[in-house]
């Protein structure tokens, strides 16, 4: 998707999917498939993503907070900056109040707390993409 683009649900849902723990990445990957979202990259470290997301261009990136080396705030905060056409939803297990706010005003689309059911998360990305207002997990 190109700067400026909007998002587009007519077409597959590209994502990229940022947390330090491999098999969060494998369970939210299989989510994402299920839903029919392509998967274009993944990332377990924050100074990755940034140069992935120039290349790859997604349409909703999946972001932790707690990533080795950065903080995924500041990383959310770049993302909308650079890049504010693409939705940020943020996924961590550091879900109080204020982190959810935090989050939240600095652009994040919606915060989903670990751990989930995936369902749970497949209807709130449903919605997301119905344009419905967020309700938090």
Do not use: C
């Not at 204020?98 to 707390?113: L, R």
């Amino acid at each position: 998707m190109a700067s400026g683009d909007t998002f587009n649900p007519t077409r597959p849902v590209s994502v990229l999917i940022v947390d330090d723990e491999l098999m969060m990445r494998k369970i939210l990957r299989l989510i994402m498939h299920e839903m029919g979202f392509n998967v274009d990259a993944e990332a377990s470290s924050g100074h990755e993503v940034m140069p992935m997301i120039n290349k790859q261009q997604p349409d909703l990136v999946l972001l932790d907070i707690n990533l080795p080396g950065t903080d995924g705030l500041d990383l959310l905060r770049r993302i909308t900056a650079e890049h504010s056409y693409i939705k940020v939803v943020m996924i961590s297990s550091e879900a109080s109040q204020d982190k959810v706010k935090e989050a939240i005003d600095h652009g994040a689309a919606d915060f989903i707390a670990k751990p989930f059911h995936p369902d749970a998360v497949m209807n709130k990305l449903q919605r997301f993409i119905a344009n419905e207002d967020p309700e938090f997990i």
